[in-house]
């Protein structure tokens, strides 16, 4: 199934994806007015990685660029939104075989894949996972912090949505269509 899932080439991409995630998520990411919490675009990347290079570099790009931008943004990581970064690289990576976006085809059918999957996997994620994980983990108030994730899931819903159908379709639009040949 994910029979080069740590090729050179994957290997490169987790580097690269993992940098980008920590430059979006520091520089192009909006505060939503709730504490520690904004609308980021460095998910719509995510998603776009872990469908293109599968759910182990969807995984390990989350895992590595959300503990280097916690490092950096507050000196410290916040474990539980990372583990949940990883959750939802992984599980996004996963509807990769059933895009199957190398085939130039990104239409109708594969955009509402790709949406129910990413919102089922962004819910779980942040509304459920982040909030247990941070009570448990930190003991924060399960009242803030089941805020922080609503917030963020909506959020991260809302932007892979838009953003990430945006960036798969135009991928998806330079490979070549796997009918587009024919023999004469």
């Given at each position: 199934?994910?029979k080069?899932?740590?090729?050179?080439?994957t290997?490169v991409?987790i580097?690269?994806?993992a940098?980008?995630f920590?430059?979006?998520?520091r520089?192009?990411?909006?505060?939503?007015?709730?504490?520690?919490t904004?609308?980021q675009?460095?998910?719509a990347f995510?998603a776009?990685?872990a469908?293109?290079?599968?759910?182990?570099?969807?995984g390990?790009?989350?895992?590595?660029?959300?503990?280097l931008?916690?490092?950096i943004?507050w000196?410290?990581?916040?474990?539980?939104?990372?583990?949940?970064s990883?959750?939802?690289?992984?599980?996004?990576g996963?509807?990769?075989?059933r895009?199957n976006?190398?085939?130039?085809?990104f239409?109708?059918?594969?955009?509402?894949?790709?949406?129910i999957v990413?919102?089922i996997?962004?819910?779980?994620?942040?509304?459920?996972?982040?909030?247990f994980?941070?009570?448990?983990?930190?003991a924060?108030?399960?009242?803030?912090v089941?805020?922080?994730g609503?917030?963020?899931?909506i959020?991260?819903i809302?932007?892979?949505?838009?953003?990430?159908?945006?960036l798969?379709?135009?991928?998806?639009?330079?490979?070549?269509?796997?009918?587009?040949?024919?023999k004469?």
């Amino acid at each position: 199934m994910w029979k080069n899932s740590l090729s050179i080439k994957t290997i490169v991409a987790i580097g690269i994806g993992a940098a980008v995630f920590v430059i979006l998520s520091r520089f192009v990411a909006i505060p939503t007015g709730i504490p520690n919490t904004n609308i980021q675009t460095s998910y719509a990347f995510l998603a776009l990685m872990a469908v293109v290079f599968g759910p182990i570099a969807g995984g390990l790009i989350g895992l590595i660029g959300h503990t280097l931008t916690d490092a950096i943004t507050w000196g410290s990581v916040w474990w539980s939104w990372v583990f949940v970064s990883l959750f939802v690289g992984f599980f996004t990576g996963l509807v990769s075989n059933r895009i199957n976006i190398e085939s130039g085809v990104f239409g109708k059918s594969q955009i509402i894949t790709f949406n129910i999957v990413q919102a089922i996997v962004q819910f779980v994620g942040w509304f459920i996972l982040a909030p247990f994980l941070d009570v448990l983990i930190y003991a924060e108030p399960a009242s803030k912090v089941f805020t922080q994730g609503a917030v963020a899931g909506i959020f991260n819903i809302i932007t892979v949505g838009i953003i990430g159908t945006l960036l798969l379709s135009s991928y998806a639009k330079t490979r070549n269509k796997s009918d587009s040949l024919v023999k004469e």
